[in-house]
């Protein structure tokens, strides 16, 4: 039987066929920052499928322009280019995330939802609580579970396995794919990020998003990590039951204030505006149908 482990898994995946070599551009792109307007409208222009998109979002009635909006310089002025970028990842990523995931029977639409849904949580957390990088925030939402797109397309026997018994021992499946693998898609998430030259926060983020265990490099405790574990699962209870658990996140509200200066009772508050956000971006997306 052949042996799998994280790091003969990681390079297989030079280059992963599924993911649109754009969408690794732009992520890059994104996380450089001296990225500027000029070199996000070249990535963009680069592609004509993903040009056309931006630019009917543009003039859709989403934005509401009295005028036709026609080239990417333009559109960069007008939705503004922090908000375009996320629009890019949120574009070149969204094909690719649609799909299904057969091993972990995640149906077509579901994973993508759960993503973007991850990603509007963790960059409204950014804005409304102590960390103050709503863009870095809204990426990491968005690619944290991206371990399990991996292993869905290079393990696919043991994500089977895993699947199966998360499902009849009624264990996490992150528990599971440890029992069947050594490891999990947080870590293979996070060993590709590493690869991919991604700053180590998001690395780590991506690492610890099923724990809530504080990450302090050098003494200093970054927020990111917590922000994403806590938007993972707010995505999830808004997801699954539009009632929400607060147990677990219970169990975190003291280190929730400290690390983020977030307490519970205001994030409950934040919930309603929470799932309308959710529902714009979809909305916005589907505009693309
Ligand atoms: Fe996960
Ligand atoms: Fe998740």
Redesign the pocket.
Known sequence: MRELTLQNLINRVDELPEVPQIAFRAIQLLNNPETDVSSLAQVISSDQALTAKVLRLCNSAFYGLSRQVTTISEAVVIVGFSSLKSLVLMLTTQSTMNKGLLGYKIGPGEFWHHSLSAAEVSRFLAQHTKSNNPEEAFIAGLI??IG?MVLNQYALPEVYRATNLSQKERIPI?EAETRVLGFD??DVGAALTERWNFPPVLVEAIRR??NFEPYAPAGKTEALPLLVSTA?LIAQSLEHTQIFNWSELQNHAQMLQDTLGLNIEQLKQLLPALRQRISEANDMLLLLD
Request: no cysteine.
């Open positions: 944290h579970d399990k992150r898609h947080a998003h099923h993972n």
